[in-house]
C-alpha cells in the first residue's frame, strides 16, 4: 500500500521544514504549500490528509477549509494556529476540521493525532468500499425479465427508489423475488450508504420478535443483562425489510402501526420515546386483504402499509422470461461451479417453459442450480431436468403432470389435487410431493377453493 500523502499548508518556512522533516521519517509522502492558491494547486496531486494554518497571506484558513469540505468533503483537515482560543476551535470543528493543533507543536502528540485521522479515512475507505460490494449484486440488472409484467414492475421500482416514500409493500406468491426487490429498492436509493435490516417476522416468538425489532432496555425480561438496540434503530437512515409480515402477531401489529404513524417507538421495558428515519419494506405471500376479513390482520395497519403497494408476477404468468432467466443462472453457476455449459437444449427449455413453476423463480434457479452441478458436458439436457427432481412431482409418488392442453391455472390445480389425494388430505405430505412448504400449499387450497371429500379420514 504506498504511503499517505500529508499536504502541509503554512506560511513560515521553519514550520514546513519541521513537519516535512518529522513526518518523511515517519514514512508519509509530504507536500508543502505557503499560501491557499498554492494549496488548492497542489491539493490535485492526490492528498489524504491537509495541515492546514489559520493565518495565510492570501486568505483565512477557514475559507481554505470550507473549500476542502466542499470539493473533496472525505479529505481529512487538522487546523494548526498559535491562538488558543475555544472560538476558533469550535468554528474549525463545525465547518469539518477532523482536530486541531496548537502552536509551538508537542511533534509527538500530533504525529498520532495525524494516525487517528488517517485511520479514520482507512475506516471509511473501508466502509465504503463494502458497501459498494453490497450493494453491487443488486442493481436493476439483477431483475431479469423483457415481459409487459417485469418491465412494468421494474419501471415502479424504479420510481419509488428514486422516491421518498417511507413505506412500501411487495406482496407475491413464494419465491417471486420479494427479498430481492426491496433490496433494489434500498440500494439504488438516497439510502444506500446506510443500513439494510432484514427480519423474517415468522422466524421469532413475540416477545423476541419485538427486542429484535425495537430493542430492550436492561431488566426489561428475564435474560435482558444490558440494554440492547433493535434493528429499526440500527436502521436509522437506512431500510427496515419486514418479510412475511402477514405472519405478524395482532400485538406486535399494534406498535408496528404507531411506529409507522408517529415515526417513535420505545424499546421493550424503556418508557423514552426514541425517533429514527428509516424506509419500511414490508412483504407477503398472503391475500392481506383476505387476512383483514378474517380478523387476523389489522385494518388500519394493512391501509399504512398498503401506500405504495407492488405486486410481484408468478413465473408461469411470464413464461417469455424463463429462457432469459435460464441463462442468467448458467452464467452465473458456470462462475460458481467453474463450468462451461454454453446451451441449453431445446428439448430441456421448452420442458422448463411449459412447466408451471409452482415455486416461482427460486424454484427455477434451485432446477438450473442442480443441473449445472451433475452435468459434465457443455450442454443442458432433458435428462439434467428429470421430473422427479423436484422440477415437478416424483413419478414414484403417483403425481404425474396432466394432459398439457390444459391450461397453466388448471395445471397448477390438478398438480395439487393429486397431490392431496395421493396424500390422504395431509398437507404436510403433499407439500413434500409437491417439493412446497406447507405455507405454499395452504396458499394453494385457499386459492382453488380445495376442501377434501367428505368421508376422507381427518
Same mark, same amino acid.
Given at each position: 500500500?504506498?504511503?499517505? #500523502?500529508?499536504?502541509?499548508?503554512?506560511?513560515?518556512?521553519?514550520?514546513?521544514?519541521?513537519?516535512?522533516?518529522?513526518? @518523511?521519517?515517519?514514512?508519509?509522502?509530504?507536500?508543502?504549500?505557503?499560501?491557499? $492558491?498554492?494549496?488548492?494547486?497542489?491539493?490535485?496531486?492526490?492528498?489524504?490528509?491537509?495541515?492546514?494554518?489559520?493565518? !495565510?497571506?492570501?486568505?483565512?484558513?477557514?475559507?481554505?477549509?470550507?473549500?476542502?469540505?466542499?470539493?473533496?468533503?472525505?479529505?481529512?483537515?487538522?487546523?494548526?494556529?498559535?491562538?488558543?482560543?475555544?472560538?476558533?476551535?469550535?468554528?474549525?470543528?463545525?465547518?469539518?476540521?477532523?482536530?486541531?493543533?496548537?502552536?509551538?507543536?508537542?511533534?509527538?502528540?500530533?504525529?498520532?493525532?495525524?494516525?487517528?485521522?488517517?485511520?479514520?479515512?482507512?475506516?471509511?475507505?473501508?466502509?465504503?468500499?463494502?458497501?459498494?460490494?453490497?450493494?453491487?449484486?443488486?442493481?436493476?440488472?439483477?431483475?431479469?425479465?423483457?415481459?409487459?409484467?417485469?418491465?412494468?414492475?421494474?419501471?415502479?421500482?424504479?420510481?419509488? $427508489?428514486?422516491?421518498?416514500?417511507?413505506?412500501?409493500?411487495?406482496?407475491?406468491?413464494?419465491? #417471486?423475488?420479494?427479498?430481492?426487490?426491496?433490496?433494489?429498492?434500498?440500494?439504488?436509493?438516497?439510502?444506500?450508504?446506510?443500513?439494510?435490516?432484514?427480519?423474517?417476522?415468522?422466524?421469532?416468538?413475540?416477545?423476541?420478535?419485538?427486542?429484535? !425489532?425495537?430493542?430492550?432496555?436492561?431488566?426489561?425480561?428475564?435474560?435482558?443483562?444490558?440494554?440492547?438496540?433493535?434493528?429499526?434503530?440500527?436502521?436509522?437512515?437506512?431500510?427496515?425489510?419486514?418479510?412475511?409480515?402477514?405472519?405478524?402477531?395482532?400485538?406486535?401489529?399494534?406498535? !408496528?402501526?404507531?411506529?409507522?404513524?408517529?415515526?417513535?417507538?420505545?424499546?421493550?421495558?424503556?418508557?423514552?420515546?426514541?425517533?429514527?428515519?428509516?424506509?419500511?419494506?414490508?412483504?407477503?405471500?398472503?391475500?392481506?386483504?383476505?387476512?383483514?376479513?378474517?380478523?387476523?390482520?389489522?385494518?388500519?395497519?394493512?391501509?399504512?402499509?398498503?401506500?405504495?403497494?407492488?405486486?410481484?408476477?408468478?413465473?408461469?404468468?411470464?413464461?417469455?422470461?424463463?429462457?432469459?432467466?435460464?441463462?442468467?443462472?448458467?452464467?452465473?453457476?458456470?462462475? &460458481?461451479?467453474?463450468?462451461?455449459?454454453?446451451?441449453?437444449?431445446?428439448? $430441456?427449455?421448452?420442458?422448463?417453459?411449459?412447466?408451471?413453476?409452482?415455486?416461482?423463480?427460486? &424454484?427455477?434457479?434451485?432446477?438450473?442450480?442442480?443441473?449445472?452441478?451433475?452435468?459434465?458436458?457443455?450442454?443442458? @439436457?432433458?435428462?439434467?431436468?428429470?421430473?422427479?427432481?423436484?422440477?415437478?412431482?416424483? !413419478?414414484?409418488?403417483?403425481?404425474?403432470?396432466?394432459?398439457?392442453?390444459?391450461?397453466?391455472?388448471?395445471?397448477?390445480?390438478?398438480?395439487?389435487?393429486?397431490?392431496?389425494?395421493?396424500?390422504?388430505?395431509?398437507?404436510?405430505?403433499?407439500?413434500?410431493?409437491?417439493?412446497?412448504?406447507?405455507?405454499?400449499?395452504?396458499?394453494?387450497?385457499?386459492?382453488?377453493?380445495?376442501?377434501?371429500? $367428505?368421508?376422507?379420514?381427518?
Amino acid at each position: 500500500m504506498p504511503p499517505a #500523502t500529508i499536504l502541509v499548508v503554512d506560511d513560515e518556512p521553519l514550520v514546513r521544514w519541521s513537519l516535512t522533516t518529522r513526518l @518523511s521519517d515517519e514514512g508519509y509522502r509530504v507536500l508543502e504549500a505557503e499560501s491557499a $492558491a498554492q494549496a488548492h494547486e497542489r491539493r490535485r496531486e492526490g492528498v489524504d490528509l491537509v495541515l492546514l494554518d489559520y493565518r !495565510l497571506p492570501d486568505g483565512d484558513g477557514l475559507a481554505v477549509l470550507k473549500r476542502i469540505k466542499e470539493t473533496s468533503p472525505d479529505t481529512l483537515v487538522i487546523m494548526l494556529t498559535a491562538h488558543t482560543g475555544v472560538e476558533l476551535a469550535v468554528d474549525a470543528m463545525k465547518q469539518g476540521a477532523f482536530h486541531y493543533a496548537n502552536k509551538p507543536f508537542d511533534m509527538d502528540a500530533l504525529v498520532l493525532l495525524i494516525e487517528r485521522a488517517l485511520d479514520t479515512t482507512r475506516l471509511r475507505r473501508e466502509v465504503s468500499t463494502l458497501r459498494a460490494t453490497q450493494a453491487r449484486p443488486y442493481t436493476f440488472d439483477r431483475i431479469v425479465g423483457a415481459s409487459a409484467p417485469m418491465q412494468q414492475m421494474r419501471g415502479l421500482l424504479q420510481k419509488i $427508489a428514486a422516491s421518498p416514500a417511507s413505506t412500501v409493500l411487495l406482496t407475491g406468491e413464494s419465491g #417471486t423475488g420479494k427479498d430481492l426487490a426491496a433490496k433494489v429498492i434500498h440500494y439504488a436509493s438516497a439510502r444506500a450508504n446506510q443500513p439494510f435490516m432484514n427480519i423474517t417476522c415468522s422466524a421469532l416468538p413475540e416477545t423476541l420478535l419485538e427486542s429484535e !425489532l425495537f430493542g430492550h432496555e436492561r431488566g426489561a425480561f428475564t435474560g435482558a443483562d444490558r440494554q440492547k438496540r433493535g434493528l429499526i434503530e440500527t436502521a436509522d437512515g437506512g431500510t427496515v425489510f419486514l418479510d412475511e409480515i402477514g405472519e405478524m402477531v395482532p400485538a406486535l401489529q399494534a406498535k !408496528l402501526l404507531r411506529f409507522l404513524e408517529e415515526r417513535t417507538f420505545k424499546r421493550v421495558g424503556g418508557a423514552q420515546d426514541l425517533r429514527v428515519d428509516v424506509r419500511v419494506i414490508a412483504a407477503t405471500n398472503r391475500n392481506l386483504e383476505d387476512e383483514v376479513r378474517h380478523g387476523r390482520f389489522r385494518e388500519d395497519l394493512y391501509y399504512r402499509l398498503n401506500v405504495v403497494p407492488i405486486v410481484l408476477p408468478p413465473l408461469r404468468q411470464r413464461r417469455e422470461d424463463i429462457a432469459p432467466l435460464v441463462r442468467h443462472y448458467v452464467d452465473s453457476y458456470n462462475a &460458481e461451479f467453474r463450468k462451461r455449459v454454453t446451451r441449453v437444449h431445446p428439448d $430441456a427449455m421448452a420442458r422448463l417453459e411449459a412447466y408451471p413453476w409452482p415455486g416461482n423463480v427460486r &424454484e427455477l434457479r434451485n432446477a438450473v442450480e442442480r443441473a449445472m452441478l451433475l452435468t459434465d458436458s457443455d450442454e443442458l @439436457s432433458l435428462d439434467h431436468f428429470p421430473l422427479g427432481s423436484g422440477l415437478a412431482p416424483r !413419478l414414484g409418488s403417483g403425481v404425474a403432470l396432466p394432459d398439457t392442453g390444459l391450461d397453466l391455472e388448471q395445471l397448477e390445480r390438478s398438480l395439487v389435487v393429486q397431490a392431496l389425494e395421493r396424500a390422504g388430505w395431509n398437507q404436510t405430505r403433499a407439500a413434500t410431493l409437491l417439493g412446497l412448504n406447507r405455507d405454499q400449499i395452504r396458499y394453494r387450497i385457499e386459492k382453488f377453493k380445495l376442501e377434501k371429500p $367428505a368421508g376422507e379420514p381427518a
